[in-house]
């Protein structure tokens, strides 16, 4: 790969009498870049393949980058996503839980300690239970924002409930 400029070389007369050129090696620039989009390809497909819906947040509170399995799990329309802020989000949200003081607490708390981490699930009116997992999002060792992580484990609480009755009743 080569990057090439070239510019006429005028007279005193103002006349073009040749050109003056340069030519530059690129090649690892753009092997470079060729690695970085792989990187990048590969890594939105790891995060669209994952059973989680994944939720990442600066902390100016704009959302940088969802999976679709976030937006299927929430239910979360095109106009609410592309509004970026996690605010439109959570507004969203709250109509769907069972106790969205809760929800809102342990965001706010967690906000605000931007080191800590949680785990914890999310119960929602319509009898769906997510596990809710928080992490520091740190870039070049700063803090930069949270990642959250949502998996649905209805399924799971729902089996687990059935065997505790089926126990109890023995």
């Known amino acids: 790969w ?16 040749g050109t ?3 030519s530059r090696d690129i090649t690892k620039r753009k092997l470079a870049e060729e690695a970085l989009k792989n990187s990048l390809q590969l890594m939105e497909t790891i995060l669209e393949s994952i059973h989680n819906g ?4 600066n902390h100016e509170g704009k ?8 937006v299927q799990m929430w239910n979360i329309s ?8 996690d605010k439109v989000l959570i507004n969203h949200i ?13 965001i706010s708390k967690l906000y605000e300690d931007m080191e800590a981490e949680s785990k914890d699930l999310i119960y929602f009116n319509d009898g769906r239970v997510f596990e809710r ?5 740190a870039l070049i060792d700063e803090l930069k924002g949270r990642v959250w992580s949502f998996l649905d484990i209805t399924e799971r609480i729902k089996s687990e409930q059935l065997l505790l009755r089926k126990n109890e009743k023995i």
């Open 94 to 106: 709250l109509g769907q839980l069972v106790d969205p003081d809760e929800f809102i607490a342990k």
């Open 54 to 57: 994944i939720l990442v947040v």
């Open 2 to 17: 080569a990057q090439t400029s070239k510019m006429p070389l005028y007279n005193k007369e103002g006349q073009i009498t």
């Open 78 to 85: 095109d106009e609410i996503m592309d509004s970026g802020d």
């Open 133 to 137: 997992i928080s992490k520091p999002m």
């Open 63 to 70: 959302v940088i980058k969802t999976n679709a399995r976030f």
């Open 20 to 22: 003056f050129g340069v």
